[in-house]
């Protein structure tokens, strides 16, 4: 098994299996689903780093992109690596559409979804044939319709293309008519379903995992009360740790580490109250510096946090809990990071930043990402002017679902 990862043996073998038949020709899509935090991408990151495919990934995001992003972002790493062939006119005009830099189109309105399907295919087929491939695309649950759809089409030549696609899914709040659904079910009918289930992690892979996190061996007491408390949901069992450890909570015993006497288990209604804890120990700046990375999102970036005053990120880095990502973007260690320490910014306050990150962002960010701003902030009228935008461009990428969705 991968040395960083604990209790997934078996579904680490059979994507193993999976992309050694990839690499023979073979390939295909897997969906990996499971609830937040249960450890979908680190089992896709393990399982692509052990087989040596090259990786080109991709993810989805909770603030709104233009259509076919994860693609296009795909698309994008593999032409910075120089894999990809684009000098083809005609290909060239068809994925335009989605990479506006291939541009100027021959047709400026509206794609046609089939020709930019079969332009994704063409050139992906062509990288993967000179060098066998894993293309991760995380988080599908946030995917855009258009996507989706392009993942179904490709679902169906990847069995006999050297290239497997691992694409992750969230199961809970997924709802019915959700575009992911519709994948699934399109794969079941062609016979190309092939889903792992991630459970949350038992006892002894809870206690591998803490024993990891802390560097030392845990009381079977320690270990037995931080599996009750997180349930085994691999993401709590890491911010439980980071809190034991930055709130002095354990001490060195005969049988390993174990809760201080002084100390009791954080007992969280659920371990967002470990986040929040963890983000209370900041200072009031550096919480406020949390606050705008929370609102702004995919769009926080050191510039932007600075125009808010923030300016020193070394403490907020410290903790992990904002990681840095060159360039100057700036990012949540998890997304669920993020999501709660958003719902415990104060609603006014919250709606305020809204309201000054849409003025500021506005001609540098999507205009999807401004309409969202615009809405959480209350003024409706700019939020439409702004889902009119983004619905033109939608449709002028050929995804009419997204374009439809974006106006209703
Ligand atoms: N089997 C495992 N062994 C060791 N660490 C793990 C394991 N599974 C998950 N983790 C760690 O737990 C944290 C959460 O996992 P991960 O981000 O993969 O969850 P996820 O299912 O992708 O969540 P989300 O739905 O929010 O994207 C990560 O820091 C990850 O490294
Ligand atoms: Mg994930």
Not at 68 to 95: C, F, H, K, W
Not at 128 to 135: E, K, T, V
Not at 243 to 251: A, C, Q
Not at 340 to 368: D, K, M, N, T
Request: aromatic content about 4%; overall charge negative.
């Amino acid at each position: 098994m991968a040395a960083s990862l604990v209790g997934r043996g078996a579904q680490l073998a059979e994507l193993r299996s999976r992309a050694a038949a990839a690499r023979e020709g073979e390939g295909g899509l897997v969906l990996i689903r499971g609830e937040a935090g249960v450890g979908k991408t680190a089992l896709a990151r393990a399982a692509v780093a052990e087989s040596g495919l090259w990786l080109l990934e991709a993810r989805s995001t909770e603030t709104p992109a233009p259509a076919y992003a994860p693609i296009a972002a795909v698309l994008r790493s593999a032409m910075r690596a120089g894999q990809a062939d684009t000098e083809n006119a005609v290909l060239r005009s068809a994925l335009a559409a989605i990479l506006p830099e291939l541009g100027p189109r021959e047709r400026p309105v509206e794609a046609d979804q089939a020709i930019i399907h079969e332009a994704v295919a063409t050139v992906l087929t062509e990288i993967a044939s000179d060098r066998p491939l894993a293309i991760l695309i995380d988080d599908l649950h946030w995917a855009d319709a258009a996507t989706l759809d392009a993942l179904g089409f490709l679902a169906e030549l990847l069995p006999r293309v050297p290239a497997i696609v691992i694409a992750t899914y969230r199961t809970e709040g997924v709802p019915r008519a959700h575009p992911v659904r519709e994948l699934r079910a399109r794969l079941k009918r062609s016979g190309e379903l092939f889903e792992l289930t991630l459970e949350p992690l038992d006892g002894e892979a809870t206690r591998d995992l803490l024993e990891m996190r802390l560097a030392g061996s845990v009381s079977p007491l320690l270990a037995a009360a931080v599996h009750e408390r997180t349930e085994g949901l691999p993401f709590y069992v890491e911010e439980l740790a980071a809190s034991l450890v930055e709130g002095g909570s354990l001490r060195q015993g005969d049988a390993g580490y174990e809760l201080d006497r002084e100390a009791s288990m954080p007992v969280p209604e659920a371990v967002r109250e470990v986040i929040l804890q963890r983000v209370d120990r900041l200072a009031r700046g550096d919480r406020d510096g949390l606050a705008v990375a929370a609102v702004a999102a995919g769009a926080a970036t050191d510039a932007v946090l600075a125009s808010f005053g923030v300016e020193d990120l070394s403490r907020l880095t410290a903790t992990g809990l904002l990681v840095e990502l060159g360039d100057g973007g700036l990012a949540f260690s998890h997304s669920l990071v993020r999501d709660a320490v958003y719902e415990a910014i104060p609603w006014r306050r919250r709606r305020q930043l809204h309201a000054e990150l849409a003025a500021r962002l506005a001609g540098s960010a999507p205009p999807l990402t401004l309409a969202t701003h615009c809405l959480a902030a209350g003024d409706e009228t700019a939020a439409c002017s702004w889902l009119v935008l983004a619905a033109r461009a939608s449709q002028q990428a050929g995804a009419h679902r997204d374009a439809v969705a974006q106006l209703s």
